[in-house]
């Protein structure tokens, strides 16, 4: 799942150049310093890619790991370190081999084995993943290059989920790491992909250095989407943790930076009046912003009280504060995003502009709600909207009689927070607010959020059989318009048990100096490759 980033791109034109540099960039500075991107981010707390779907986490893998397929500009799945792969007439076996050139950052040659493991953890947690591996029969190497993967029964999706960019991507991982249990994270930071993770400069909490692999062979084609040849024409990227958004923006009108991703909401204004400056989306569908719900424990455990949250929410006064510019929001009514070709209106009776407080009381009445804490954790440094949200929904909730109560912290521990399956007493949660990729929410096979599988479900956990067996179907519906008449069930149920709720789509907006060229528009990934300055 996507998640809220806050990255800073600057590029420095020459060896030595001279910037007004904040104090927390300059100490990274050195008088012969390389030709650098130089960005300003989220907390990098956890390393491990599989381990997470945190977008942060998710971008530091796609810098120094690779994967099989990759999207291209028309999301459509093309071979990246795979360099010829085939499969049986009867759709029952996929044979891969590896493409010339790929080595880990430590010396040693990419193995099919490596990609054996790694396609095994990845399965461990993945919904697609998860997919793949009840079908098969068989998934191994052949020699030192090639792999099969063996099915029981055909699944003509396999190619598509294994170049799907929802989180956690299916990253090739040496196979000593890719061994540890998915549920452990890795630490070691030693992939194939373009840039290598630098450990001697790493400072948690306050930079992180990727340097350009010298060794990584692109492919020949032209970079397209997240496809073709990935070509680096930087020597370092360094992250600098910086909280503060208007020191950010001050850098980036300063020239000291080039690239904001997702500026905080309000500022927009202020980049809008400067020359220099350019907003615009990446991802032309967005974000679909995301109110999860723990339904282990109360009051949300109790259907009645989630359908309490359906009715009580007022979609537009949260977009009010999340988007405050109308053009770069709308409404969402469907689990299916806002613009995917599976986006529908079944079941949506529910939504009402200014929502229904009274039906909520009466939902929250019948049940039994006893004044329970409802605990929101609250990310203070994504900006000013994420927050102010996790004010409105307390807020909201006050209202009606909810005893609510915020848990403020950086977005990297609520990231490693949310996975307690606890009560609230012993560090578990009710309810937080994350968000999606439009593009991720057509596809119920790979999104981990339209999952609905209980305990094996993403954080909330929900549980429904009856949806879980219609979306088992997903993957063997032959037509469009099969798919489109089952999305219309899946949702109908969806809405009945409440699987999580929609707090509106927003515009994932970057804004940048116009002098910066190259960047890739495509959703989840903000890759660093490609990027030029002029």
Not at 231 to 254: E, G, H, K, M
Not at 281 to 286: P, R
Not at 419 to 435: H, Q
Not at 439 to 464: E, H, R
Request: glycine share 8%; net charge negative; charged share 20%.
């Amino acid at each position: 799942m996507t998640i809220s980033r806050r990255e800073l791109f600057k590029v420095s034109l020459a060896a030595g150049a001279t910037f007004s540099i904040p104090s927390v960039l300059r100490a990274q500075t050195a008088a012969a310093d390389p030709l650098t991107i130089r960005m300003v981010r989220d907390n990098l707390k956890v390393y491990d890619p599989i381990w997470t779907t945190s977008g942060v986490t998710a971008n530091h893998g796609a810098a120094i790991y690779d994967t099989l397929f990759a999207l291209d500009s028309n999301f459509m799945p093309q071979p990246q370190m795979v360099g010829n792969w085939g499969v049986s007439e009867d759709k029952k076996t996929y044979t891969f081999e590896l493409r010339d050139g790929l080595g880990w950052h430590d010396g040693t040659p990419v193995t099919a084995a490596d990609c054996v493991a790694s396609l095994r953890r990845w399965a461990k947690v993945h919904p697609g993943g998860k997919l793949i591996m009840a079908r098969a029969r068989d998934i191994s190497a052949k020699d030192e290059r090639t792999f099969t993967i063996a099915l029981n029964e055909a699944l003509s999706l396999l190619i598509n989920i294994l170049g799907d960019v929802t989180a956690p991507l299916p990253f090739m991982m040496r196979e000593t790491d890719a061994e540890l249990p998915a549920t452990e994270q890795v630490t070691s930071n030693v992939g194939s992909g373009p840039f290598k993770f630098n450990t001697a400069l790493a400072r948690p909490g306050a930079s992180f250095t990727y340097d350009r692999n010298d060794q990584y062979v692109p492919r020949h084609e032209a970079p397209d989407g997240l496809a073709g040849g990935k070509i680096v024409n930087v020597d370092r990227v360094i992250w600098n943790v910086i909280s503060d958004q208007q020191t950010a923006l001050a850098a980036l009108q300063a020239g000291e930076v080039d690239f904001l991703d997702n500026p905080a909401i309000d500022l927009l204004s202020i980049i809008d009046t400067d020359t220099n400056l350019e907003v615009r989306g990446l991802d032309k569908g967005g974000v679909n912003n995301v109110l999860r719900m723990n339904f282990l424990h109360p009051p949300f455990n109790n259907v009645k009280a989630r359908q309490a949250l359906l009715h009580l929410i007022d979609q537009e006064a949260f977009l009010n504060v999340l988007a405050p510019d109308p053009r770069f929001r709308e409404t969402v009514t469907s689990i299916f995003g806002h613009s995917t070709l599976y986006t529908n209106d079944a079941n949506t009776g529910w939504f009402k502009k200014g929502g229904d407080p009274e039906k909520a009381k009466r939902l929250l009445q019948e049940a039994g709600y006893a004044g329970e804490k409802v605990l929101i954790l609250q990310a203070t440094d994504l900006g000013l909207g994420p927050s102010s949200a996790c004010q409105l929904l307390a807020e909201t909730l006050r209202k009606v009689g909810v005893n609510a109560e915020l848990a403020p912290m950086a977005w990297g521990e609520l990231a490693t927070r949310r996975s307690n399956k606890g009560p609230i007493d012993n560090g578990g949660w009710s309810l937080f607010i994350t968000d999606q990729a439009d593009y991720a929410l057509g596809n119920p096979v790979g999104t981990p959020l339209l999952v609905a599988s209980g305990d094996d479900a993403w954080y909330g956990w929900p549980k429904s059989d009856e949806y879980e067996a219609l979306r088992a179907k997903w993957a063997d519906v032959e037509t469009l318009d099969q798919r489109k008449d089952l999305a219309r069930q899946m949702q109908t149920v969806w809405w009945d048990f409440v699987g999580d709720m929609r707090l509106g789509q927003s515009s994932q907006l970057i804004a940048h100096r116009k002098a910066l060229t190259g960047l890739i528009a495509m959703p989840q990934i903000l890759p660093m490759w490609n990027l030029r300055i002029a």
